[in-house]
């Protein structure tokens, strides 16, 4: 599947227009382990400057993705670009570039979160002091506190500290809000917001909540059992899907009219619920022509709805599962 | 203001929303500084994007100006803007709830009666000529009851 999407509007009228080579390019992407397939074909543009956010159940490859992205694992099969360089030839020149919060903190317990900082900002050529110490003071982490007795939520924050600090081009963030207290993940998501420079930076993060994806991503992009099954606006997906009640006073027509695309349907005796893919090109129309089909009504779904129904979506169109 | 992500509503049309309501309800007034993108987005934790796309929207509307150099303003004619739209949303709302009512089978008089009823309550008025005491009792269709 090949999936591209464009920001709808540029952080106002002062920034430049970024460069339009995406900031992450992925094409054709096959990873195996074994003989498991983690990733399967998997074409993914992201442009400078926009956020996404991955979502997926677990074990769909998000981790592997975030990681290939990194240079830290290698692809069987397809290209890989980020911010224009290949992760496994220009690994050290991309590590300059790019800020990454793994989804298990690794620091040495007896270390204080001073010393973590001091640390990171050593292997770093660039560190924004003032950002770093700005960002400390408003999550409110301990620096004397030696690190193996932090919080989770205290952890994932230094980490961000540490991965925002050196201004990065790209960051990336493995489920950064995965454990933490609804507080936490506030301030995890406040932090990313107002962390940003003033230059487009581009994001990318995998998560469980679709409340933070709706929050924070310009783009949603969808990873079930290691296939990228969704990636495209997030406004857009809540404006197309529709979950269309309906009566049927003999049988729905099979197949189902062109251009009438749908996620699952559920029976019930002369009730039909179809949720469809795009309710907006005359679908619903189509729906309501047909004889001896009324339409009852036709509802909005959440993001996090729509995110069920893609997940337990088979992969072809217009499969249906009936539960009468 | 209030965002909810778990409304079926896109967050930049919720802020849209909740600006067109501040600026008829007066908390905003003609000529007034809005928040900048950062600081909104902040406050409200979403992506500047997402605030960008709703003053995008805002402006469309004539609700909102940009100021070259000073940033986003109430439009000086905003409120007579914000109005008509505040009544096409109730129209629509309105609609869509006629229109289930009708699907379910009710009859318009019902429906009638129910959403007297139910401004009623909203606005927790004292009895009028146009707002009955007693709202005539939820009645079905005839010709289903026959049935």
New interface residues.
């Given amino acids: 599947m090949n999936a591209t999407f464009a920001p709808h509007a540029q952080v106002g009228p002062a920034t430049p227009a970024p460069a339009h080579s995406p900031a992450i390019s992925m094409h054709g992407v096959t990873k195996r382990f074994g003989t498991t397939v983690a990733l399967d074909d998997i074409s993914l543009s992201i442009p400078p400057g926009s956020i996404c956010g991955l979502v997926g159940p677990n074990g769909a490859g998000k981790t592997t993705l975030v990681r290939l992205l990194l240079g830290l694992e290698r692809p069987a099969a397809g290209t890989i670009g980020v911010l224009g360089l290949d992760p496994l030839r220009d690994a050290l020149a991309l590590r300059e570039r790019v800020g990454y919060v793994p989804d298990t903190l690794h620091a040495d317990r007896w270390m204080t979160g001073a010393e973590v900082l001091r640390f990171c900002r050593g292997l770093r050529r660039h560190w924004n002091d003032t950002l770093a110490t700005r960002l400390v003071d408003r999550l409110g982490i301990p620096l004397k506190t030696r690190v193996g007795s932090l919080s989770r939520g205290t952890l994932v924050k230094l980490g961000l500290v540490a991965a925002v600090a050196p201004e990065p081009e790209l960051l990336l963030l493995d489920e950064p809000m995965a454990g933490l207290d609804p507080l936490a993940r506030e301030e995890v998501v406040e932090t990313v917001i107002a962390a940003a420079p003033d230059r487009p930076w581009t994001v990318l993060f995998s998560s469980h909540s679709l409340d933070d994806v709706q929050r924070l991503a310009d783009s949603i992009a969808v990873l079930v059992a290691g296939r990228l099954v969704h990636h495209g606006a997030t406004d857009d997906l809540l404006t197309a899907v529709r979950r269309v009640r309906m009566r049927v006073d003999d049988a729905l027509p099979r197949p189902l009219p062109a251009g009438v695309d749908v996620y699952g349907s559920q029976r019930s005796g002369r009730e039909w619920t179809l949720v469809i893919r795009d309710g907006s090109g005359g679908a619903i129309e189509r729906l309501r022509g047909l004889p001896g089909v009324e339409v009852l009504g036709v509802d909005p779904l959440s993001l996090e709805e729509i995110f069920k129904h893609m997940a337990r979506a088979p992969s072809g169109r217009n499969e249906e599962r009936s539960q009468s | 203001m209030q965002i909810d992500?778990?409304?079926?509503?896109?967050?930049?049309?919720q802020i849209a929303e909740a600006i067109r309501g501040g600026v008829a309800a007066g908390t905003y007034r003609p000529g007034e500084a809005l928040p900048s993108?950062r600081e909104l987005?902040?406050t409200l934790?979403?992506?500047?994007?997402?605030v960008?796309?709703a003053y995008?929207e805002l402006s469309r509307e004539g609700i909102v100006e940009a100021r070259r150099g000073l940033g986003l303003f109430v439009a000086e004619r905003a409120p007579s803007d914000a109005r008509p739209r505040a009544v096409e949303e109730v129209r629509a709302a309105l609609e869509r709830g006629i229109?289930?009512g009708l699907?379910?089978g009710l009859a318009p008089e019902s429906i009638a009666a129910d959403f007297r009823q139910v401004l009623a309550t909203a606005t927790r008025s004292i009895p009028s000529p146009v707002i009955p005491a007693a709202p005539p009792k939820l009645r079905r269709n005839p010709k289903e009851a026959d049935a």
């Fill in positions: 992500p778990r409304r079926h509503l896109p967050i930049y049309l993108l987005a902040v934790r979403v992506n500047p994007n997402t960008q796309r995008d229109r289930i699907a379910a």
